[in-house]
């Protein structure tokens, strides 16, 4: 038998939430502008859930900062929701770039020079509504720097006139139906809740098992002081 050849299938906004009112029994011909204004309202506040448990892989990229000698806190975009990795980069300098490492709000805390000047190695990620990140030590001029970080961003909010589609990729389509379902459970068929919250959860752990990066790992000793103290 032949294959369609294609594979664009896709949910919009609107279907997903046709999808999910269907696992509760409540059919397309019997939705009303109620229904479908209780689906965009939990669709986004699912997409909130989702950007809280991260990282969602397609919502990660790359931001470049140019810094300033001596300044060590930076604005970050308010739709950054984690710091992944960061490295410094030397300007047209053959040294390339430097991993740096992110440090709590009390280890920061405890460093008594905050402006003392060299090449950048922590950096601390203040989690406010509008987020900043600090450096330490501050740039110095011995040379051109830029912070580069990989940021984990909100996923884009949902609307459901017009086709628009949810912004994740395939492998979470289900997921997203058996959560809303779940969420719109509780409005319209509480005796359901039970059943679509064990779905939801079954088809998150599928969706989010497959949300990785398939690289080894290694784990390693550090037998450095065994060694010396032998």
């Known amino acids: 038998m032949p294959t369609s050849g294609i594979t664009t299938f ?8 046709v999808s999910a009112y269907s696992r509760i029994q409540i059919r397309r011909t019997a939705l009303l502008a109620e229904h479908m204004e209780d689906a965009r309202v939990e669709t986004n506040l699912m997409l909130s859930k989702f950007s809280n448990l991260q990282p969602n892989l397609w919502t990660v990229d790359l931001v470049s900062v140019p810094l300033i ?9 308010p739709s950054t929701i984690q710091i992944l990795d960061a490295y410094i980069s030397f300007v047209g300098q053959p040294e390339g770039d430097r991993l ?17 000047q060299a090449v950048p ?3 601390w990620f203040d989690r406010l509504i509008n987020p ?18 990989y940021r984990a961003r909100q996923i884009q909010d949902a609307n459901l006139p017009g086709g628009e589609i949810p912004e994740v990729p395939y492998r979470f389509l289900d997921c997203m139906v058996a959560e809303l379902a779940h969420r719109l459970s509780r409005i319209w068929k509480p005796e359901l809740e039970a059943a679509r919250k064990q779905d ?20 390693v000793p550090q037998l450095y002081n065994y060694v010396n103290n032998q």
């Open 10 to 17: 896709s949910l919009s906004n609107a279907g997903l939430a």
């Open 69 to 77: 000698q001596g300044q060590v806190t930076y604005d970050v975009d």
């Open 100 to 116: 740096i490492f992110p440090i709590s709000r009390t280890e920061y805390a405890s460093y008594p020079n905050k402006m003392a």
């Open 121 to 123: 190695t922590v950096f």
């Open 132 to 149: 900043t990140i600090t450096l330490w030590q501050a740039p110095d001029a011995s040379n051109a720097y830029v912070l580069n970080y």
């Open 200 to 219: 939801a959860a079954e088809a998150w752990h599928v969706a989010a098992t497959q949300d990785t990066e398939n690289v080894p790992m290694f784990i």
